[in-house]
């Protein structure tokens, strides 16, 4: 590549999960410009509008947020991606015919000592730990994820973690990572490649191939969806007998990422016996669109804590906080009534104008705990997303 003489750095005001970077990417292709990976750093990437090409560098670093914008003289061909780096021992090895559209993927750089996937259930303070679906799909709680399973079919469902510097510093992709540390650890792999898409911005981290479990001695087929949301990943790895019993219930990766529905569990009373809470927050800057200048900062925060008691009474206490153009506004309200908690319902006395609401309830496990989501049944948009106060 050839990089112009001229450079402009910006220095950009942070913010949490990387939304300064977001806003950006999303700001560029309003402007009608096209986003483009450029080499193993995520944080190059080729702008095209035009005839055009710059080359930007995008970063969230501790204080500040960097962007650097290089106009492009000329650019060279990407070289071909290397072949994964897997588990193959030479009486096993066999040559396997690649679809142009799923290339073989990177070479393996995560270090892991070999671990099988062990199903062990510690959520026992809890009532349900195995919840039947009606459309035949059984979910399990496990130490490191959730298992949900019909007939052949597996899939483990990934407690969610944080995106680390250690993954954003690693210079390999998420599905790679992961593939690294929960697949190549666990089976045999004979085979592996990755989903390819075309320029877009929200990316699809896919991998999938063919493998031994070492503990049946049987093959099997594996594909691994990470899904990234807000600066947390949550990986979905599906196995299967084969590719053909895989893609006929999940055809896209789309479908094995939607499979995080099956994280739902039902709620009891002595579940919910204690204090339970909710912090949120946000804040966006505004600049005027014709000179450019600060305008001011509009934010919100809010929170909300729920107290169960065992009597089957509860008390509840909503606070919160608005600017808008520095016109501030703060409330604060608090209930108290009767509770009834049935399986996927909790409903609760004396709310606003005296009223009875009807919520719809459920658990989802996180490593650790379990978050209790509440969504009011007649007022959809009114929801809570609890967890136990410690």
Not at 22 to 44: C, H, N, R
Not at 356 to 381: C, P
């Amino acid at each position: 590549m050839t990089l112009g003489e001229e450079i402009e750095v910006f220095s950009l005001v942070i913010s949490t999960d990387k939304q300064t970077e977001d806003q950006v990417k999303l700001a560029v292709q309003k402007a009608g410009w096209s986003i483009t990976p450029f080499g193993a750093e995520s944080m190059y990437t080729l702008l095209m509008n035009n005839g055009r090409t710059i080359m930007m560098y995008l970063e969230s670093l501790k204080k500040e947020t960097a962007l650097y914008l290089m106009p492009v003289v000329s650019v060279q061909p990407p070289l071909e991606a290397p072949t994964i780096g897997t588990q193959i021992t030479p009486s096993t090895q066999t040559q396997v015919d690649v679809a142009p559209e799923r290339p073989t993927i990177d070479t393996l750089v995560v270090e892991v000592q070999p671990k099988q996937i062990v199903l062990e259930t510690n959520n026992n303070e809890f009532t349900f730990n195995t919840i039947n679906f009606d459309d035949g799909w059984t979910s399990t709680v496990a130490t490191d994820f959730v298992k949900v399973d019909k007939g052949s079919l597996e899939v483990l469902l990934y407690y969610s973690v944080e995106i680390t510097d250690e993954m954003r510093n690693s210079n390999v992709e998420l599905s790679d990572y992961y593939w690294n540390l929960l697949v190549v650890p666990n089976f045999t792999v004979r085979s592996a490649q990755r989903f390819v898409e075309g320029v877009t911005y929200f990316r699809t981290y896919f991998i999938e191939g063919e493998a031994v479990d070492p503990k049946t001695g049987r093959p099997c087929y594996l594909a691994l969806n990470v899904l990234v949301n807000s600066g947390v990943v949550t990986p979905v790895l599906a196995i299967s007998p084969d590719r053909n019993s895989y893609t006929q219930v999940f055809p896209e990766p789309k479908n094995l990422g939607d499979m995080t529905g099956y994280n739902k569990f039902a709620v009891s009373a002595k579940d919910i016996i204690g204090s339970w809470s909710s912090n949120t927050s946000s804040a966006v800057n505004l600049y005027n669109t014709y000179t450019g200048n600060y305008a001011g900062m509009n934010s919100t925060q809010s929170s909300d804590t729920f107290v169960f008691n065992a009597d089957g009474t509860y008390s509840s206490k909503h606070s919160g906080a608005s600017s808008v153009y520095g016109n501030n506004t703060y409330y604060t309200q608090e209930y108290k009534g009767k509770l009834t908690v049935t399986n996927w319902d909790i409903t609760m006395t004396n709310r606003w104008k005296d009223a009875t609401n009807n919520y719809f309830a459920q658990f989802e496990v996180i490593r650790g705990g379990r978050i209790l989501h509440l969504q009011d049944k007649e007022a959809s948009g009114i929801r809570y997303h609890l967890v136990r106060a410690k």
